[in-house]
């Protein structure tokens, strides 16, 4: 699962879950905090392209 989280400028807090939110790749913005959850492999792979942050770095970071 990927739970992306933005503050905005007047200081409120966006979620954007998925399964729920239809295109969650738009949400990944700079300063988005995106959180995963059990990521299936095309999840990392999604977010690792969106970010352009390579996905052996994102396995690294995930808890085993």
């Known amino acids: 699962m990927i739970n992306v989280y933005l503050t905005t400028e007047a200081g409120e807090l966006q979620v954007w ?3 729920v ?3 969650i790749v738009k949400s990944i913005v700079p300063r988005a905090w995106v959180y995963l959850v059990e990521p299936s492999e095309e999840e990392i792979l999604t977010v690792a392209r969106s970010t352009r942050i390579s996905e052996s770095i994102l ?3 995930l808890d085993e």
Do not use: F, N, P, V
């Open 17 to 19: 879950k998925s399964g």
């Open 21 to 23: 939110d239809a295109d």
């Open 59 to 61: 396995r690294k970071a």
